[in-house]
């Protein structure tokens, strides 16, 4: 049986990440572990946790805007930055 999902190609810090068509931004972090968002005050990772718009634990850069991923859907060639993509941070 021939796969026919459309793919969406998003660059997750330096990676590519090829996704289905429809796909949260969150997901696409989600494919590229550790999956982190960003660092919190204390320093601490942080990853999407409640998936509705509700906790801004999820919030990154894409193209240069800051965007909740769970509510941004993943668009061919957007650039999604993490804290971990901004700082060189190793997770
Ligand atoms: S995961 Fe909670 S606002 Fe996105």
């Known amino acids: 049986m021939k796969n026919t999902t459309a793919m969406v190609e998003v660059q997750v810090g330096g990676a590519r990440v ?3 068509a429809g796909s949260s931004v969150a997901a696409a972090l ?3 572990p550790p999956g982190c968002t960003r660092l919190s ?5 942080r990853a999407p946790l409640c998936g509705m718009g ?3 634990e999820c919030r990154v850069l894409v193209n240069g805007r800051e965007c909740l991923a769970c509510q941004t859907v993943c668009e061919n060639g957007m650039h999604i930055a993490t804290s971990t993509a901004r700082t060189g ?3």
């Not at 005050?41 to 990772?45: D, E, I, Y």
């Open 54 to 56: 509700v906790c801004h």
């Open 18 to 20: 090829r996704i289905p």
């Open 30 to 32: 989600a494919q590229q």
């Open 41 to 45: 005050v204390s320093g601490q990772w």
């Open 89 to 91: 941070g190793a997770a």
